[in-house]
């Protein structure tokens, strides 16, 4: 029988690598995409997400985890979901993980958040995306979170494209971690 995260890259594989010419987030070309919503979105994927990114940074303190709108966000809901699972509170004063969402721009009516959820503010944070190629949409979920008085513990993404969003994550020193990088999918 193969582990949660075995079988997480092999539902990555057949369900999410596209190959062809696409135009990036960042706006630069590449010969292929990693469409992980069809992962966070899907029945089967999406429990274990929660699992293999909880399990990639076990060692590390926080108390709420999200990102930027929309890729992060069930890639959040997951984590809070498996940790509840796992009897998160039992393990922490009996807080459970909160999850977060940062939105593109302050929103202009109602409570005009630019953080949706729990407060963040004094609050240990883990960021987190589906996949990250330039770092800028995590490193923007950074600075909102910093911002807000977040202390931002690390970076999670799902799959990593190595294609820089590392480099750029730690320069900004917050440490940097995948599930999976381009050769556990197939694409290196
Ligand atoms: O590291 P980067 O160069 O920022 O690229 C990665 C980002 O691109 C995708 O989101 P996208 O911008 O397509 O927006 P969406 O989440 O709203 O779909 C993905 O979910 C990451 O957020
Ligand atoms: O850089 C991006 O925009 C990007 C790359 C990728 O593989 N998947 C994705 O959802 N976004």
Redesign the pocket.
Known sequence: MSTDRERLADLVKAKAVVHGKVT???GKEADHYVD?RRISLDGEASALVGPVLLDLVSDWDFAAVGG?????DPVALAMVHAANARGWAQAHDGAALDAFVVRKAEKTHGLQRRIEGPDVAGRRVLAV??????????LTAVEALREAGAEVVGVVVIVDRDTG?KEEVEARGVPYRYAYGLADIGLA
């Open positions: 990036l987030s960042s992980l930027l709108t929309m890729g992060a995306e589906d996949t990250s190629t330039t770092g800028g949409s995590v969003a």
